[in-house]
């Protein structure tokens, strides 16, 4: 059996605060998982994994807080899957295989169904925010270009990826995926560092089953992930506001209440799925501030092209 349980960070010999013995070592959990296994990790947060039905992969990356967006069997006695690890940069293998030829086996056979264009993952996985700008005095940023398939007669493939997740995310059935793809966009970001009371305040959607279905799971994955407070009961929606859809400015709000339990002097990421116009998001955050937070910065999944 031959191993590797480290994985090193790159060298930047201009970087000041970087130290050569930096490393990411998982050593100490091997024991525990079981049986062979290949993981590959890149600077770009991916990670993709081959290994046998008797290894606990799952149990591994729980336990470091990787997010394994897909997973399936291989064949009868191997499991195949990638996901996303942490903001750090580390890159390289981890294995515990039979030996060389199983080694280099696997390792193609991860390269070709995920580093290739043979297969195109569902979901866009970009961590990092895209732009930048400011709305009402505001930092906002985001992630994707959002191009509506309204407006598009003939969409790219990555923008129809684009489409795919904030719909779904709309819909609440990717909540984790998209608090794993935030937490690492603004984990990057030095701002947040400087945060000294950071909680996390959802955009109210137009209903409350609405609101409910789309961020209450989000934001309890994302809050846990950044280590800071769950906003999400910051707002509640007495009265559903349908026949206002896509109106902005203040009457927009009728009918939502505001917490100030959860906003006095409280910086407040302000989070949405689609940043059009910035009418609701201005409307949200004078109603926020008025109930007295400290600042309000908006990060949103994509704004709209």
């Not at 790219?156 to 779904?168: D, E, F, P, Y």
């Amino acid at each position: 059996m031959i191993t590797n349980y480290v994985l090193s960070l790159p060298f930047d010999p201009d970087d000041p605060t970087f130290s050569p013995g930096e490393f990411f070592d998982l050593g100490k959990d091997m024991d525990h998982i079981g049986g062979e296994f290949l993981v590959l990790r890149t600077e770009e947060c991916y990670f993709y994994f081959l290994c046998t039905e008797d290894c606990d992969i799952e149990g591994l990356c729980r336990a470091y807080d990787w997010y394994i967006v897909s997973g399936d069997r291989f064949n009868d006695r191997l499991k195949i899957g990638m996901g996303l690890a942490g903001s750090d940069k580390y890159d390289g293998e981890l294995f515990r295989v039979e030996d060389e030829d199983t080694l280099g086996m696997w390792r193609d056979i991860l390269r070709f169904v995920f580093m290739s264009d043979f297969v195109r993952s569902f979901y866009p996985l970009d961590n990092r925010f895209r732009g930048n700008l400011r709305i009402d005095g505001a930092p906002c940023f985001y992630i994707h270009d959002y191009y509506p398939v309204t407006h598009n007669a003939k969409p790219t493939a990555g923008q129809k990826k684009t489409v795919n997740l904030i719909h779904r995310f709309k819909e609440g059935a990717c909540a984790a995926l998209a608090a794993k793809i935030f937490s690492l966009a603004i984990l990057r970001m030095a701002w947040f560092g400087e945060l000294p009371n950071p909680v996390v305040v959802p955009v109210p959607a137009s209903t409350r089953e609405r609101h409910q279905r789309r961020f209450a799971s989000f934001c309890l994955h994302l809050s846990h992930r950044l280590g800071v407070e769950d906003g999400f009961r910051a707002v509640w929606i007495e009265e559903d506001r349908e026949q206002q859809k896509g109106s902005t400015g203040p009457r927009s709000l009728d009918g939502v209440k505001f917490n100030k339990k959860y906003v006095a002097g409280k910086d407040i990421l302000l989070v949405d799925d689609i940043l059009t116009t910035g009418g609701t998001f201005t409307a949200v955050k004078r109603r926020l501030e008025k109930a007295g937070a400290a600042s309000v910065t908006g990060v949103f999944l994509g704004r709209t092209v």
